[in-house]
């Protein structure tokens, strides 16, 4: 076969394949779980989507894939090879490495990836081994309250994502007989907050099924390699991207083969600082490629595309202006090609038809990052331009070598808001100061945890400070309005939402103390708090306060003032503060410290 028939040859499918050994008596079970009828009969993964793959790639400029099985085999090598001499040592890789039973072992890898997602994995190894040790299996986690998972999950943001894998463990022990889906159509279709990447880690890791996965550092490298600048975030580089992965997953090594792209893509391939040298896929990467052959100009591009390009062809340049059929003798440079040739219009049909037709089906001129008379020597596709290129608006930056690739497609900025909150303290309560938090609804932002009172407010409005003291008395009884101090402000962003809160101090001294509050409220003890399931913005609330207390330094100074808003809480329950005073039994002071 020619070289060139097999750069042209379909890759190889991935065939399912099981790594890791299995339980026998896990197999059953497995059956047991597949043959529900509450599968939904779609195959993200199945024949129809291999077919699909062969469509897509077959309607993209072949440069940006992986046409050479020979290619696909080096990269599986040099990827795994690197990945066990490098790989980190972290708490998840040795928990499912060591753990035989399947459910268990996909309980600890799930963990794992929701917490990583958008998350760093230094932050995120010790909320995974305290939670592993809390709940270390998925009957431990079905059987939490979701306080209890929001109270672990305090800090880690992206609060929804706690309550889904509870949501989820709850599933897999009251509907799924406590076993896990074993593949990824199965825990995308069965468990909720399982998407396709969550289901592809643990089907690929926990269970061994030859599929895929696309993380933004898998997207980062991909597009290096392959050179892709179009937005990674359209349908169709999206759709490429796991095709690729799919083409590339080793199928005797899927698990180590996806942490392993996406290890590469965390330490080596990095968003700005990528280290090409240490790079075990650099000879593969055509944005590597590109920019190594730039500094020797356009012409330096194109020798080295027609060295591989007449090994594939079987073309032979005579050196006088003509090629013919037979085995190379020596590499042409482009420049004895362009210089044999009278001009470029001549050029394609005349000296080399065999050569431009390869070259078409090779790449298109901006793919290999050509332009002028030298791009004009590659045929414009039929199809017109390359859909997998960055758009001719956005050219090369010389400046910024690989991180060219991925195109970074402009993000929205967050939404503004604001809101009003206030540490309402007692200084005198028994056990020591304990301040007020009331509870978030159980949908939304920051769903069921717990926070100062607050309401939503509007910049430069006047009337925030009423809003913010009818909502406090709204849980707490009459209090003393003059002592309701602002103190300053916090700005914190989270996802989709730059919230800045405009915070309000009331300590309660010399009145009645309570450690009793209606439903929905709480008092306390500053030590709690800091345990408690509170979000980070609270905390940085907490420390303006804590730093405008006597003896300690200043808090920042507020900014333009906010008007409230209209945010009325129903206060079931609501009492006067004096009301609560009475004396503390051991339960009141228990439900109030959790
Ligand atoms: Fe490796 Fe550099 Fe290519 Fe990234 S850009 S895949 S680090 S050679």
Same mark, same amino acid.
């Given at each position: 076969?020619?070289?060139?028939?097999?750069?042209?040859?379909?890759?190889?499918?991935?065939?399912?394949?099981?790594?890791?050994?299995? &339980?026998?008596?896990?197999?059953? !079970?497995?059956?047991?779980?597949?043959?529900?009828?509450?599968?939904?009969?779609?195959?993200?993964?199945?024949? &129809?989507?291999?077919?699909?793959?062969?469509?897509?790639?077959?309607?993209?400029?072949?440069?940006?894939?992986?046409?050479?099985?020979?290619?696909?085999?080096?990269?599986?090598?040099?990827?795994?090879?690197?990945?066990?001499?490098?790989?980190?040592?972290?708490?998840?890789? !040795?928990?499912?490495?060591?753990?035989?039973?399947?459910?268990?072992?996909?309980?600890?890898?799930?963990?794992?990836?929701?917490?990583?997602?958008?998350?760093? *994995?230094?932050?995120?190894?010790?909320?995974?081994?305290?939670?592993?040790?809390?709940?270390?299996?998925?009957?431990?986690?079905?059987?939490?309250?979701?306080?209890?998972?929001?109270?672990?999950?305090?800090?880690?943001?992206?609060?929804?994502?706690?309550?889904?894998? /509870?949501?989820?463990?709850?599933?897999?022990?009251?509907?799924?007989?406590?076993?896990?889906?074993?593949?990824?159509?199965?825990? /995308?279709?069965?468990?909720?907050?399982?998407?396709?990447?969550?289901?592809?880690?643990?089907?690929?890791?926990?269970?061994?099924?030859?599929?895929?996965?696309?993380?933004?550092?898998?997207?980062?490298?991909?597009?290096?390699?392959?050179?892709?600048? &179009?937005?990674?975030?359209?349908?169709?580089?999206?759709?490429?991207?796991?095709?690729?992965?799919?083409?590339? *997953?080793?199928?005797?090594?899927?698990?180590?083969?996806?942490?392993?792209?996406?290890?590469?893509?965390?330490?080596?391939?990095?968003?700005?600082?990528?280290?090409?040298?240490?790079?075990?896929?650099?000879?593969?990467?055509?944005?590597?490629?590109?920019?190594? !052959?730039?500094?020797?100009?356009?012409?330096? *591009?194109?020798?080295?595309?027609?060295?591989?390009?007449?090994?594939?062809?079987?073309?032979?340049?005579?050196?006088?202006?003509?090629?013919?059929?037979?085995?190379?003798?020596?590499?042409?440079?482009?420049?004895?090609?362009?210089?044999?040739?009278?001009?470029?219009?001549?050029?394609?049909?005349?000296?080399?038809?065999?050569?431009?037709?390869?070259?078409?089906?090779?790449?298109?001129?901006?793919?290999?990052?050509?332009?002028?008379?030298?791009?004009?020597?590659?045929?414009?596709?039929?199809?017109?331009?390359?859909?997998?290129?960055?758009?001719?608006?956005?050219?090369?930056?010389?400046?910024?070598?690989?991180?060219?690739?991925?195109?970074?497609?402009?993000?929205?900025?967050?939404?503004?808001?604001?809101?009003?909150?206030?540490?309402?303290?007692?200084?005198?309560?028994?056990?020591?100061?304990?301040?007020?938090?009331?509870?978030?609804?159980?949908?939304?932002?920051?769903?069921?945890?717990?926070?100062?009172?607050?309401?939503?407010?509007?910049?430069?409005?006047?009337?925030?400070?009423?809003?913010?003291?009818?909502?406090?008395?709204?849980?707490?009884?009459?209090?003393?309005?003059? !002592?309701?101090?602002?103190?300053?402000?916090? *700005?914190?962003?989270?996802?989709?939402?730059?919230?800045?809160?405009?915070?309000?101090?009331?300590?309660?001294?010399? /009145?009645?103390?309570?450690?009793?509050?209606?439903?929905?409220?709480?008092?306390?003890?500053?030590?709690?708090?800091?345990?408690?399931?509170?979000?980070? &913005?609270?905390?940085?609330?907490?420390?303006?306060?804590?730093?405008?207390?006597?003896?300690?330094?200043?808090?920042?100074?507020?900014?333009?003032?906010?008007?409230?808003?209209?945010?009325?809480?129903?206060?079931?329950?609501?009492?006067?503060?004096?009301?609560?005073?009475?004396?503390?039994?051991?339960?009141?002071?228990?439900?109030?410290?959790?």
């Amino acid at each position: 076969m020619s070289i060139w028939r097999a750069i042209m040859k379909k890759p190889r499918t991935a065939v399912r394949s099981c790594q890791r050994k299995r &339980a026998p008596c896990q197999e059953g !079970r497995e059956k047991r779980v597949l043959s529900g009828r509450q599968v939904k009969p779609s195959t993200p993964n199945g024949l &129809a989507g291999r077919q699909e793959e062969v469509l897509l790639q077959a309607s993209l400029s072949p440069y940006h894939l992986f046409r050479d099985p020979a290619d696909v085999r080096v990269f599986r090598e040099n990827l795994l090879s690197w990945y066990d001499r490098e790989k980190r040592d972290l708490p998840w890789r !040795r928990r499912a490495e060591g753990e035989v039973d399947l459910d268990r072992r996909a309980y600890a890898v799930w963990v794992s990836e929701v917490m990583l997602q958008q998350t760093q *994995v230094a932050t995120v190894i010790n909320y995974y081994t305290r939670w592993m040790q809390k709940w270390p299996t998925l009957q431990d986690l079905a059987s939490a309250s979701l306080e209890e998972v929001n109270q672990l999950w305090a800090g880690l943001g992206y609060y929804s994502r706690g309550r889904r894998l /509870q949501e989820g463990a709850r599933k897999v022990v009251e509907e799924l007989g406590g076993h896990m889906p074993r593949t990824a159509e199965t825990l /995308q279709q069965l468990l909720p907050g399982v998407g396709r990447y969550t289901a592809g880690a643990i089907a690929s890791i926990a269970f061994g099924q030859a599929t895929g996965v696309v993380d933004g550092n898998v997207v980062r490298v991909l597009c290096r390699v392959r050179a892709i600048g &179009a937005d990674p975030r359209s349908a169709l580089v999206s759709q490429l991207l796991w095709s690729l992965a799919q083409q590339l *997953v080793d199928p005797a090594r899927p698990g180590d083969w996806n942490q392993a792209a996406m290890e590469l893509g965390a330490t080596v391939c990095t968003p700005q600082h990528p280290r090409c040298s240490q790079c075990p896929v650099q000879s593969l990467c055509w944005a590597q490629q590109r920019v190594s !052959r730039l500094r020797k100009g356009q012409a330096g *591009v194109l020798d080295g595309d027609l060295w591989r390009l007449t090994s594939a062809s079987r073309l032979r340049w005579s050196g006088n202006g003509s090629w013919a059929r037979g085995p190379r003798r020596a590499a042409p440079t482009w420049r004895s090609v362009v210089s044999a040739s009278p001009s470029p219009a001549a050029r394609r049909p005349a000296l080399y038809p065999t050569l431009s037709k390869t070259l078409q089906s090779w790449a298109t001129a901006c793919c290999l990052g050509l332009s002028g008379a030298a791009g004009s020597l590659f045929p414009a596709p039929r199809a017109g331009p390359c859909r997998l290129c960055a758009p001719p608006t956005e050219p090369w930056d010389p400046t910024r070598g690989v991180t060219n690739f991925p195109r970074k497609a402009g993000r929205r900025p967050p939404r503004e808001e604001c809101s009003a909150t206030c540490v309402l303290e007692q200084p005198g309560a028994l056990g020591g100061p304990r301040v007020l938090l009331v509870q978030r609804p159980s949908s939304g932002l920051l769903a069921g945890l717990w926070q100062f009172p607050a309401v939503t407010a509007e910049p430069s409005g006047p009337r925030e400070r009423e809003a913010l003291l009818r909502e406090l008395q709204s849980w707490a009884g009459p209090l003393p309005a003059p !002592r309701l101090r602002h103190l300053g402000q916090v *700005v914190h962003t989270f996802s989709h939402i730059k919230l800045t809160y405009q915070v309000y101090g009331l300590a309660l001294e010399g /009145q009645t103390p309570v450690t009793v509050a209606p439903p929905g409220a709480r008092w306390l003890t500053r030590e709690e708090f800091h345990t408690a399931a509170v979000s980070t &913005a609270m905390k940085k609330v907490f420390r303006v306060y804590e730093g405008q207390q006597p003896g300690t330094r200043k808090g920042p100074k507020r900014c333009p003032v906010s008007t409230p808003s209209s945010r009325k809480k129903p206060s079931p329950g609501q009492q006067l503060l004096d009301s609560f005073f009475r004396p503390p039994d051991a339960s009141s002071l228990n439900s109030t410290a959790q």
